[in-house]
């Protein structure tokens, strides 16, 4: 089931795998919804490249890519035992899709999937431009980075919101995301009902 990545969304997640539901966190943007994904105890959490309007038309740009989050989050589940994978979406460009190859799972529109299948670009090249290939080969060369601790927000709201407020444009984005995917919804109950009246 997705599930929005917003406090209440993630403790419904929480809630839903005790009762044997497996959740997605989606419509993630700062890593207070990667932990506290992780803490409630989603499967995967999809966070998005750029905000949803990004997406809708060709006038808007995000200004604040959330790129490095997809490449935290996972060293973070990775380093913590935490199980849940990262499924990144939101890319606008080849070059964003290529930066996070190395990624546990990826959303992919299909004409990127055609762009990926006419590159002739070497495997070395395309290698070199994923931040998780040069994590992975900078670590082989220098000691281990030092341990992030392990954060918790499941059983404190008010630490997670302060901290997921002043994280960026996390909350707006999320807020903003939410908002869009409602009037999706909305357009879909008037198109069915219509379909149903004719």
């Not at 499967?43 to 890519?65: K, Q, V």
Request: proline letters at 5%; one cysteine or more.
């Amino acid at each position: 089931m997705k599930v929005p990545s917003t406090w209440e969304g993630l403790q419904a997640c929480s809630r839903l795998k005790s009762d044997g539901i497996k959740t997605l966190a989606t419509t993630a943007f700062t890593m207070e919804q990667v932990v506290l994904a992780g803490e409630a105890g989603c499967i995967s959490i999809s966070p998005f490249a750029h905000e949803l309007r990004a997406h809708l038309g060709t006038s808007y740009h995000d200004s604040e890519p959330v790129l490095a989050l997809f490449l935290e989050a996972q060293q973070y589940y990775r380093q913590h035992g935490i199980p849940t994978k990262v499924k990144s979406c939101g890319f606008t460009t080849l070059d964003e899709i290529l930066a996070t190859a190395g990624v546990d799972a990826m959303t992919l529109p299909a004409e990127h999937l055609e762009e990926l299948s006419s590159a002739t670009d070497s495997r070395e090249s395309l290698e070199a431009r994923s931040v998780f290939h040069r994590a992975a080969a900078q670590q082989q060369q220098q000691p281990p980075p030092e341990s992030v601790p392990r954060r918790s927000y499941i059983d404190d709201r008010t630490k997670f919101d302060r901290a997921f407020t002043v994280n960026g444009r996390g909350k707006a984005k999320t807020e903003d995301s939410i908002a869009v995917f409602c009037g999706f919804q909305i357009q879909a109950e008037a198109l069915v009902t219509s379909s149903e009246l004719n």
